[in-house]
């Protein structure tokens, strides 16, 4: 497109090209305007700044669209499975019946951890937080797996991808286990990788473990819903970190310790302790209150969103996936009952209409988890594992894009101006 945008600044006239994507809005290119106008943009949380092109994942936030590589998040939780969607997201394009056991074989044959690393394990309190762990482990892995950490080489970069996605469910897996005092379990690579990551959690080395099938489906449906959402908090992290040619493990690491944060990966284990919070449908109104009082920093987790002003469709998926899972399992958890009436009474009040605030993904995700059996601190970790894929297929694109440099944000400076220092006896 050749429209050109014009500034007027600082009694100058500019002019910056515009660029246009296959959807989405346009975006005007502002690489150069600190060299011509010694000025720069302010956008503190870039809530108007594209930090990259990507081909992976697009959003309509006003209208409730996720895309993966094209496919709409809706067909790939109905149809796909999460090792499907996995290739896709790598490789541009869905598999073929042969790349797809091809790379569920490689991806198998990655799922064990090198042994000495159980030893990190014991350097861990019980208590850990399981996302603490996730961090030490992943950052780790770097010095374990040297022969996969030269980022210049594609092979390489291919073979980290792998090998992350796959030894994440072994390492939240472990995670969890060290936390209650039960033996590591090892994979078993004759399961599919939700099968196996089950396994792992709950089995134990006395018993043989059952997958329920409805259960495997529900994770694996859960685990594509949280894949990839583009240049979220934990992406840009992991893409930022990247961008000074870290390692593809210190990255991941990185991404992890954002992703730990309540606003972000956080939200799903705050929404299932509000709901707990909240206990009977009467008390619903005087959290509502709450919500929307200035002076209380109380908010309703799970509901609302930085780019969805419209229902997230990934909630939709997974307020039919309780059900499904409550039904299998034969739960009865008055959590969901109050989850369904607390929505529908938000998505009735004028603050929420008028904020444009939805529940997001981890309204329901939390209460499915629960029924699962899953401690409500394991729940970032499971979304830590899922968003592996979309943080190491960012990665990837970042490092191949031959135009990519390191990322380094400018600020506007509100600190002292120029002084002397004072010696210490004359303060
Ligand atoms: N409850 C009550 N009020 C809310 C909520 C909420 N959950 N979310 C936003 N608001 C209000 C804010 O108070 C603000 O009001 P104001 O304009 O009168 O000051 C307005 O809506 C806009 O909120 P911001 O925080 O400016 O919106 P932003 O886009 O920065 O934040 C966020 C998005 C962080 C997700 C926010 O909605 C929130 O804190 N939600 C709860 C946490 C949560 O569910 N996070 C999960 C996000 S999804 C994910 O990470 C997978």
Redesign the pocket.
């Known amino acids: 497109m050749g429209d050109t945008a014009k500034l007027t600044a600082g009694g100058g006239d500019y002019e910056f090209p515009m660029k246009s994507g296959t959807l989405g809005p346009d975006v005007v290119d502002i690489g150069k305007l600190y060299g011509k106008t010694g000025m720069f943009t302010y956008d503190p949380?870039f809530?108007s700044t594209a930090s990259c092109d990507s081909g992976l994942t697009f959003i309509d936030g006003e209208e409730g669209v996720l895309l993966h590589r094209g496919y709409p998040i809706g067909q790939l939780a109905e149809n796909s499975n999460f090792m499907e969607v996995s290739y896709l997201m790598l490789n541009g394009e869905l598999p073929s019946k042969d790349e797809l056991d091809n790379f569920e074989f490689t991806i198998t044959r990655h799922t064990m951890l090198h042994d000495q690393l159980r030893q990190f394990y014991q350097g861990f309190r019980r208590d850990a937080h399981p996302m603490a762990i996730m961090c030490g482990v992943v950052g780790a892995l770097s010095a374990f797996y040297h022969d996969s950490t030269d980022i210049s080489d594609p092979e390489h970069r291919k073979i980290s991808s792998h090998r992350l996605i796959a030894k994440m469910p072994t390492i939240a897996a472990m995670a969890y286990k060290y936390a209650i005092g039960q033996p590591f379990m090892q994979p078993d690579n004759s399961l599919s990788y939700t099968g196996n990551f089950l396994r792992m959690t709950f089995g134990v080395p006395a018993e043989q473990y059952e997958v329920v099938p409805e259960v495997e489906k529900a994770l694996d449906r859960i685990f594509i819903l949280?894949a990839d959402?583009e240049q979220?908090?934990s992406t840009s992290t992991v893409r930022l970190a990247g961008s000074s040619g870290a390692n593809p493990f210190a990255c991941i690491a990185a991404g992890i310790a954002c992703l730990w944060g309540?606003?972000?990966?956080g939200?799903?284990e705050?929404?299932l302790n509000m709901l707990r919070e909240i206990g009977t449908p009467d008390k619903i109104p005087e959290y509502i209150a709450r919500?929307?009082n200035?002076d209380d920093p109380?908010?309703?987790?799970?509901?609302?969103?930085?780019?969805y002003k419209n229902y997230?469709p990934r909630a939709t998926v997974m307020q039919k996936t309780v059900r499904e899972v409550f039904d299998a399992l034969k739960v009865n958890d008055p959590v969901f009952e109050v989850a369904l009436q607390l929505e529908e009474m938000a998505l009735n009040d004028d603050?929420?209409i008028e904020?444009k605030?939805f529940p997001?993904?981890?309204?329901y995700s939390g209460v499915i988890l629960s029924a699962i059996g899953f401690p409500t601190e394991m729940f970032t970790a499971l979304?830590a594992l899922a968003r592996t894929v979309g943080w190491v297929a960012q990665w990837n694109e970042m490092i191949s894009d031959p135009g990519q440099r390191i990322g380094r944000p400018r600020q506007l400076y509100t600190g002292p101006t120029t002084r002397d220092y004072v010696p210490i006896a004359q303060r």
Do not use: W
């Open positions: 949380g809530t949280h959402h979220n908090a309540p606003a972000h990966g939200a799903n705050a929404a919500a929307k200035k109380f908010r309703l987790m799970g509901f609302g969103h930085r780019v997230d603050y929420f904020k605030l997001n993904v981890d309204f979304f």
